[in-house]
């Protein structure tokens, strides 16, 4: 019993990581310019296929995995260039039709150029399995949970001892009083876009070799990364962090215990029950003025 509860959750922290980078990459552009951009589950997607493309075209992991980042965050910068700043005073409802259409488009040339099959990565290191308990666990797990601390910890630092980071915490708080201070907010919205495109792509990359990717995996990712940011408090860094893992876990814990036919319900019933009790999330994200 007690390695079946570490093997769910040991599954469900994996998968959790990557809504949480997902998260991430959702709080950010939200903070900077209130865009819901729903077109982040399609930077997973980018990540993971780009990685498995340049890879089998004989290109060095380093030089692969580089490129998987580099390429979605030249397609966040293009997206929020060429969609959303010409419209960016539009309503909030267009302004996320404009990002789910981003994102069929993007699904659809992935489509047309790599195919619609699975694909995988081979693991970064030694994928003999680990028994921690009775509970198995694989190396790429480690890969992802040591990655993501990593850029948890890049992310705090940039934001708490840079300039560009205070910038974009400044426009984040009031983007009126950051202009009148200076702050070229127009350059922290496409610096949003192209960090939030680059987290995800490296979730894809991290995911890929335990998970298989293919063009149409963006989908459900970006959508339980949603869900994570706004259980943990949509614009609230910390908050998005703890919900990627705690829809993780607990939808692997339902898929286990319940039934997996039910496991991406899961994440949808949780939102459901936290807007109902805590509209503003687990960690109070950014407060919104109803109308």
């Given amino acids: 019993m007690q390695a079946e509860f570490l093997q769910f959750l040991f599954s469900g922290l994996t998968v959790g990581t990557t809504y949480a980078l997902a998260a991430l990459g959702f709080n950010l552009i939200y903070n900077a310019s209130n865009v819901i951009n729903f077109a982040q589950g399609e930077f997973i997607m980018l990540g993971g296929m780009l990685a498995v493309f340049f890879t089998q075209a004989g290109a060095h992991w380093a030089v692969a995995f580089a490129l998987a980042i580099l390429v979605p965050a030249l397609v966040g910068v293009l997206l929020e260039k060429l969609a959303i700043e010409p419209v960016k005073e539009a309503e909030t409802v267009t302004l996320i039709i404009i990002t789910i259409g981003a994102s069929l488009v993007i699904r659809g040339v992935i489509q047309v150029w790599l195919g619609k099959g699975a694909h995988s990565l081979p693991p970064f290191s030694n994928n003999d399995p680990m028994f921690i308990l009775g509970a198995m666990l694989l190396p790429q797990s480690l890969w992802v949970f040591g990655v993501t601390a990593i850029v948890v910890a890049v992310l705090w630092y940039f934001f708490s001892r840079t300039l560009a980071g205070k910038a974009m915490l400044a426009t984040a ?119």
């Fill in 173 to 291: 708080y009031n983007r009126v009083a950051a202009e009148l201070a200076g702050v070229n907010t127009n350059w922290v919205l496409f610096m949003s876009f192209a960090l939030a495109a680059a987290l995800g792509a490296l979730g894809g990359i991290l995911i890929t070799p335990i998970t298989l990717t293919s063009y149409d995996v963006g989908i459900m990712l970006g959508l339980k990364g949603f869900v994570a940011a706004v259980v943990g408090g949509l614009g609230n860094g910390l908050g998005a962090v703890v919900g990627g893992l705690l829809v993780g876990i607990l939808e692997a814990m339902g898929a286990g215990y319940i039934s997996s036919a039910y496991k991406d319900a899961i994440p949808f019933v949780l939102i459901l029950l936290i807007l109902f009790f805590m509209p503003r999330g687990l960690f109070g994200g950014k407060s919104t003025d109803r109308v």
